[in-house]
Structure formats: C-alpha cells, structure tokens
C-alpha cells in the first residue's frame, strides 16, 4: 500500500539553525500540506501546496518558514532560524484529488535545544 | 474561526465492548470530515472519510456518522479490541481550502484486556 515518508524520524537541533524536513508523498497525490502537533496539544495546518506554489497558509506559517518541491517528489519543509517554540511534531499529508482522502506521513519530532 | 471539540477526552472500557466517540464543529460549512487513530509518539493513520454530502460510512468495525446542520459527528466502533488502543482524532475541512483541517484535541481510548 503507498505511504507517505518522511525523514527524518527525529531531528534535534540548536536553536537558530537552519532545518529541512522532508517528504516523500504518494506519487500520484497533487495537493500536498505541513501540519505541526506541539507535545500535548491539537495538530496544526501550517502550509498547503498545489501545482508547485503555496495555496493558502496559517499565521503560524511566517517568513521564518519556506517549502519547496523542488525535483517533482520530495516536498520539504525549511524552517531558517529554529526558536526553541519550533519543537514539534511535524506531519507531511497528501491528497489525489481535491477533498478526498488525505494521507499522512508518520511524522518529524524536531526538538530545538 | 472553525472550532472543534471531541468528548470525551479519554475513554476506558473492557474488551468486547462497543463505543461511540463524539466530535462537535461549530460552523456547518464544512465539506470533508476525516477520522483518524494516532498512536503515541506516531502519525495519522486515516480510518474513514465522510464527504459533506454524506451521512455516514463504515470500515470493518467502525462506523461513522455526520450530522452537518447540528455540528456533530460520532464514530462507533463495534466489539473492541485491545489493539484499537489508541488516540481518535477528528478532522474538519471547511470548503475549497483542500484538506485543510481543523483537528479536535481527540479522545485516548484504553480498550482493557
């Protein structure tokens, strides 16, 4: 069954670093979106993405956030300067068409020290 | 702004038994409501989708059920299995925005052996 990969599994960074955080969706999945989950509170729609530009995003998403999918399958998720506020759960999700099944990945646990 | 709530907040029940999980939206523009189990430390894994014009689908034992004019949703899972130990999360998107959702803080279920 096709999946949603992302990697990798933990990242811990110093805050102030730079992180990308990548996705490998399912290959025939046109709409694509980061969701973050900070320990203990509900997930979060940060960015969606569609015919390779951003289609809506959340105030969390600022400019210190950036996505990209650069080679037509990896869709990534740059974060420039890490705040100790950016340690999260991050989830890669994906869809066919639009307002059908979405299918998420099993998660990036960034901890910024 | 979309707001939605899941009751209870954790659940406990001997093994065989069938339950129901609720999940209440305030605005009733909604167009695609998902369901999803989220073991701990792990991601999303979707279980039904329930598309605005529907009332109701059902996977194997579980079976769920949207009520759009009254903000309400409920899955019910039948005959309870140690295995279905998890966290249930519901998902609200509202219309043309994708899979954008809005998650409840879900409801931990112990299914006690």
């Known amino acids: 069954e096709p999946e949603v990969t992302q990697t990798p599994s933990h990242q811990v960074t110093q805050m102030g670093q730079e992180v990308i955080l990548r996705c490998v969706p399912i290959?025939?999945?046109?709409?694509f979106y980061w969701y973050r989950q900070i320990l203990g509170q509900k997930v979060e729609f940060l960015v969606s993405?569609?015919?390779?530009?951003?289609?809506?995003k959340s105030e969390i998403f600022d400019d210190q956030f950036s996505v990209e999918r650069p080679d037509g399958s990896n869709f990534t998720l740059k974060i420039r300067s890490t705040k100790l506020e950016d340690s999260a759960m991050y989830f890669c999700?994906?869809?066919?068409?639009?307002?059908?099944?979405?299918?998420f990945g099993q998660g990036t646990r960034l901890t910024v020290v | 702004k979309q707001e939605v709530t899941q009751i209870p907040a954790a659940l406990s029940v001997p093994e065989g038994e069938n339950l129901v999980l609720n999940c209440s939206f305030t605005d009733s523009a909604i167009y695609n409501l998902q369901w999803f189990r989220q073991d701990p430390g792990k991601g999303l894994t979707s279980l039904l989708l329930?598309?605005?014009?529907?009332r109701e689908q059902t996977s194997g034992r579980l079976n769920a059920s949207l009520d759009k004019s009254s903000g309400r949703s409920t899955l019910y899972i039948a005959a309870s299995q140690p295995g279905d130990s998890a966290t249930y999360l519901c998902a609200v998107a509202r219309p043309n925005t994708g899979n954008q959702f809005y998650f409840g803080t879900g409801t931990s279920l112990t299914v006690i052996p």
């Open positions: 329930i598309q605005s014009s529907q």
């Open positions: 999700a994906g869809e066919g068409n639009r307002n059908t099944e979405a299918f």
């Open positions: 993405f569609y015919n390779n530009e951003i289609s809506e």
């Open positions: 290959s025939n999945h046109l709409y």
